[in-house]
T-cell receptor, first 119, second 113 residues
Framework: GAVVSQHPSWVICKSGTSVKIECRSL??????MFWYRQFPKQSLMLMAT?????????EQGVEKDKFLINHASLTLSTLTVTSAHPEDSSFYIC???????????????FGPGTRLTVL | QKEVEQNSGPLSVPEGAIASLNCTYS??????FFWYRQYSGKSPELIMS????GDKEDGRFTAQLNKASQYVSLLIRDSQPSDSATYLC?????????????FGKGTKLTVNP
């Protein structure tokens, strides 16, 4: 249980284009989803937290107009990188946290990640 | 500033040995603590969660928590080459009514056959 999928697993795009990444919780309802970014040899950095049906909360230094987050349902959140530039190239990982009886507490379960390369 | 500190390693142990990974955190009121394993190029995988002082065992893994010392550790018994990965300590911090996970930079473990 507690499986999170992410799509696409990798994407290459030209500078100035927009890229959408989907994150789905497959076998539980995710009350909260998180978006992280990880640069090579660095740890995960939280970008934003989103709860279903409400606006995402962005971390300091993360541009909300550049990284658009939509959490339309308890199983789906999307991250859109708008007008991507080479410095946005990174490993983007979502995680989901939810409650399903006594199975899930506040653990975060991670998707497999999306590797974005902006040319 | 909420901080989670880990020895970056690398930590190298022979197959069959015990690997000991340590982590300290800055916020005394943190309540939830996690260990994740991350293979190169992959996303983190939850190994253990611990919420109370003391030890928690799951198979070859034992997590230890000491809230007074703000210290959490992970022991891996009978280490296997497949355990070679970066181990991330993560601690929840409450901020602005929400709970966030802050990660350490990770300790790279190599288990030598």
């Amino acid at each position: 249980g507690a499986v999170v999928s992410q799509h696409p697993s990798w994407v290459i795009c030209k500078s100035g284009t927009s890229v959408k990444i989907e994150c789905r919780s497959l076998d539980f309802q995710a009350t909260t989803m998180f978006w992280y970014r990880q640069f090579p040899k660095q740890s995960l950095m939280l970008m934003a937290t989103s709860n279903e049906g409400s606006k995402a909360t962005y971390e300091q230094g993360v541009e909300k107009d550049k990284f658009l987050i939509n959490h339309a349902s308890l199983t789906l959140s999307t991250l859109t990188v708008t007008s991507a530039h080479p410095e946005d190239s990174s490993f983007y990982i979502c995680s989901a946290s939810g409650r399903a009886g006594v199975v899930l507490g506040n653990e975060q379960f991670f998707g497999p990640g999306t590797r974005l390369t902006v040319l | 500033q909420k901080e989670v500190e880990q020895n970056s390693g690398p930590l190298s142990v022979p197959e069959g040995a015990i690997a000991s990974l340590n982590c300290t955190y800055s916020d005394r009121v943190s309540q939830s603590f996690f260990w994740y394993r991350q293979y190169s190029g992959k996303s983190p995988e939850l190994i253990m969660s611990i919420y109370s002082n003391g030890d928690k065992e799951d198979g070859r893994f034992t997590a230890q928590l000491n809230k007074a010392s703000q210290y959490v550790s992970l022991l891996i018994r009978d280490s296997q080459p497949s355990d070679s990965a970066t181990y991330l300590c993560a601690v929840t911090f409450s901020q602005g009514g929400s709970e966030k996970l802050v990660f350490g930079k990770g300790t790279k473990l190599t288990v030598n056959p």
